[in-house]
């Protein structure tokens, strides 16, 4: 192969996925640095798997107006928006390297590196890496050798070294490729907790597999350049022999003990400036700091931020005054290591909990009602559901045996099956409970319960949000004929079940009116949560609707969340 072009970019994403799925409890198992949480495997494959989905997304084959410079776009875009854990943030720069020596060359008369061709051809790739190893060094405020970055800088180094002397794109890669295995054993000299625990950095690991699958791809030759019997399988036998005995003993980095929580968020609206001012801000928080962008390819402009830290609120704010956080995550490590109801015996080293439940929601105010230490609220951004990669990386961040999902959205439910189907090939016992809004979601969390038996709890999960009803205020954007009749644009509709029951051109009268229509069933709970509406004035609503069911029913409880999402100005559940 002379060029890397699109077709090749999107069969090495593919391979890159199915080559880290294959060895992803092994890195999970050697993950000591820099916290031993035994994810960085799992991190990986949802870094690359959000990667290989952005792909998915484009056509397929690759069409005359579908670039490698596009495909590798995509590809970046994916990796930053999905990038989880250290290792994913700093791994996520190999495409993003790519993706700009492409767009560069794209800006070239010729239009390419290799007299017009499409793709990369070798000495580009070397460009590419080493642009990646500039990035990758450049995110993190605290470098250390012996991690993922010094393999990254081998294989730049290697790859550069085979292009001067003429290599084509099969020697460069196979170059880059084989300085990142040398580099990869050479980890545990370098860095003391590698050497204590008798494994190699996993991040530098998974890098070597990323490489192994780009050279695979290239050659088309098997990958060969991490097999059975080498000094980094050696290594990883030694760390499984340890980690058997119980001899294995996993330190925290220089300082980080200090840190209960891993917090990351994607960012928006920000500038170089306010990012600077941001690294500096995390930086005094805590450590492993690393904030990547995607560089404006794409014309997004966003960022991906990771720190480790204690005060959870100020690394959040810290991205506020630098933009609009969102997709925030925020996972503490004591609860990786134990819990209530945390595994035992063989499964204690891949799953840290037995039970965990993963709920969609809507706004930040939703999750923090919702979040426990078994309960994981995923929040969506406005008017962007969330994929079925990032549902699956929700489900594999609980590190639980058996997990529940609440979609909370009648759309959402199909998503979350494929979700699942993603997380049960890691071994999950994955379960989705099909809710149709969050307010069945909250019906589900209200009986959920940890001692039960996993099946009975499911089933009463289940049954709790079919027993409740829901209905929906929002306002009409266009004229259409419903059940109610012809409505216009600004109406007001009261929908139950997806059916408009109701047209009225007041929010207050639409929502009493349909909280009076829902209860002629009967009911004993009635559940209101309140969002954004451009008439203004939300608390004002949520006030007068309750006052006007504790005057016409007052047999019924009336309990008020807010955190609706935007549109829907009322949603009401009835139980």
């Known amino acids: 192969m002379r060029v890397l072009d699109a077709g090749a970019i999107r069969r090495w994403a593919d391979a890159s996925v199915d080559l880290l799925e294959a060895h992803r409890a092994e890195l999970d198992r050697i993950n000591v640095f820099p916290v031993a949480d035994g994810d960085t495997g799992t991190n990986l494959v949802l870094t690359l798997r959000a990667a290989a989905e952005e792909l998915a997304r484009r056509p397929v084959p690759a069409g005359p107006a579908d670039t490698a410079a596009e495909v590798a776009a995509a590809l970046a875009r994916g990796a ?32 390419g590196p290799d ?7 070798g000495r580009a790739l070397a460009a590419a890496l080493r642009r990646a190893d500039e990035l990758a060094r450049a995110a993190v405020s605290r470098p250390v050798e012996g991690t993922v970055l010094s393999v990254l800088r081998a294989a730049a180094l290697a790859s550069t070294e085979a292009a001067d002397q003429g290599g084509d794109l099969g020697d460069v890669v196979t170059a880059a490729a084989e300085g990142s295995a040398v580099a990869l054993a050479d980890t545990p000299r370098q860095l003391p907790m590698l050497a204590r625990a008798g494994v190699v950095d996993a991040g530098g690991r998974g890098l070597v597999l990323l490489l192994d699958a780009l050279a695979g791809v290239v050659t088309g030759r098997p990958t060969t350049v991490v097999t059975t019997g080498s000094a980094v399988d050696r290594a990883a036998d030694r760390a499984a022999r340890a980690r058997d005995r119980g001899a294995l003993i996993a330190d925290r980095e220089s300082g980080g003990s200090e840190h209960d929580y891993e917090v990351m968020y994607l960012l928006e609206g920000s500038s170089a400036e306010r990012i600077e001012g941001l690294r500096t801000r995390l930086d005094e928080l805590g450590d492993s700091v690393a904030v990547v962008g995607d560089g404006g390819i794409g014309g997004t402009g966003q960022w991906n931020v ?3 830290c204690t005060d959870v609120g100020a690394a959040i704010e810290a991205g506020v005054e630098a933009g609009r956080p969102h997709r925030i995550t925020v996972v503490r490590f004591a609860d990786q290591r134990a819990s209530p109801v945390a595994m035992d015996g063989a499964e204690a080293g891949r799953f840290r909990l037995a039970r965990a439940v993963v709920t969609v929601v809507s706004g930040e105010p939703v999750a923090e009602l919702v979040r426990a230490d078994t309960v994981v609220a995923l929040v969506a ?11 699956a990386a929700a489900v594999a961040g609980t590190r639980a045996r058996h997990v529940v999902v609440l979609p909370n959205d ?7 099956e494929e979700a699942a189907d993603l997380a049960r090939v890691a071994g999950a016992e994955v379960v989705v409970v099909p809710t149709s809004s969050v307010l069945q979601g909250l019906a589900a969390l209200a009986v959920h319960d940890v001692e039960r038996r996993p099946g009975d709890d499911v089933v009463a999960m289940a049954e709790a949000a079919a027993a409740t009803r829901t209905g929906v205020v ?8 419903t059940w109610a009749g012809r409505c216009y644009a600004g109406d007001v509709l009261g929908l139950v ?17 349909l909280a009076d229509r829902m209860l002629t069933a009967g009911g004993e709970l009635v559940t209101v949560l309140l969002g954004e509406n451009r008439q203004g004035g939300t608390d004002e609503l949520g006030r007068l609707l309750a006052d006007h069911l504790r005057y016409t029913h007052p047999e019924v409880e009336v309990v008020r969340y807010r955190g609706g999402p935007v549109g829907r100005p009322v949603q009401l559940g009835v139980e």
């Open 306 to 308: 990771h720190v480790h």
């Open 410 to 416: 009648i759309e959402l439910n199909p998503v979350a």
């Open 381 to 391: 951004a406005p008017e962007q559901p969330p994929g079925a990669g990032e549902i």
């Open 497 to 513: 079940d997806g059916e408009v029951v109701l047209i009225e051109h007041d929010l207050a009268a639409a929502a009493c009116q």
């Open 80 to 111: 930053l928006r999905g990038a989880r854990g250290n290792s994913g943030v700093i791994v996520s720069q190999l495409p993003r390297g790519l993706a700009e020596v492409l767009a560069d060359a794209e800006d070239r008369p010729d239009g």
């Open 115 to 121: 007299g017009g061709v499409d793709g990369v051809d």
């Open 474 to 481: 929002q306002i009409a954007t266009g004229e259409a004929l």
